[in-house]
């Protein structure tokens, strides 16, 4: 079972800071998910990443398969940015499953 | 195109009742997947559709059921709640590529808040 751990669990920033949000996981897999989710409760999908790096935007997502690790980092953050911020793995062997492990979250708050 | 539908958006029942939510997923998209979120446990997953058959469950009760219909749409069924079962309910669709396990982007619908009483 693949075990998901985020940190830090808060994390409170002043508008344009530069943000790192970080993710481990125990399990090797095939990809991982960061998901964003505003209050209110709606999830959106922010980056699929199998290896490597992927940006958008003010937003880049990077892993490091060997180390078991990803990070989201934000540029230039914005009170818009205020969101949690969800690292997820695949929690099935089997084919094509869309079974996920979460981890707790981490709840970003900008200030202007 | 429009994205996925949850339905409905809120809702309280009472212990001892039934509840059946309903997402319809994105066009063409013939994965569901649902999922409770609660502030102690966080993000859980329920259940994943694929083409009529469930394909994989999380760890939770036989209270918790689900369904997929051919237009790929699919329901949910919590029997006999708890005050527990108090929840964000999310689904998810994507379109499924290939055969690795957790390798699609998931689209998810707004939620369905649950509360118990």
């Known amino acids: 079972k693949n075990e998901v751990e985020q940190s830090p669990q808060n994390l409170t920033a002043q508008e344009g800071e530069f943000i790192t949000i970080n993710c481990s996981y125990s399990v090797g897999i095939s990809a991982l998910h960061w998901l964003q989710q505003h209050p209110g409760g709606g999830i959106v999908s922010l980056f699929m990443l199998s290896s490597g790096k992927k940006k958008h935007g003010r937003l880049i997502a990077t892993i490091n398969i060997q180390e078991k690790h990803s990070s989201l980092h934000i540029t230039a953050s914005h009170p818009r940015d205020s969101a949690v911020y969800i690292c997820a793995v695949p929690g099935a062997t089997q084919g094509g499953s869309e079974k996920l492990v979460f981890g707790k979250g981490t709840k970003l708050t900008v200030n202007p | 195109k429009a994205g996925v539908t949850q339905t409905p958006r809120y809702l309280i029942k009472t212990r001892g009742q039934q509840v059946t939510l309903s997402c319809s997923p994105i066009?063409?998209?013939?994965?569901v997947s649902w999922y409770q979120q609660t502030p102690g446990q966080g993000l859980q997953f329920l259940f994943e559709?694929?083409?009529?058959?469930?394909?994989n469950k999380g760890n939770f009760p036989g209270r918790f059921s689900g369904r997929q219909f051919s237009n790929s749409r699919s329901e949910m069924n919590v029997s006999t709640l708890e005050l527990g079962d108090s929840a964000l309910y999310l689904c998810?669709?994507?379109?499924?590529?290939?055969?690795?396990?957790?390798?699609?982007?998931?689209?998810f619908g707004a939620g369905s808040r649950l509360t118990v009483l």
């Open positions: 066009s063409g998209h013939r994965s």
């Open positions: 559709y694929f083409s009529e058959t469930q394909r």
């Open positions: 998810a669709s994507s379109l499924v590529t290939g055969g690795t396990s957790g390798a699609n982007v998931l689209t």
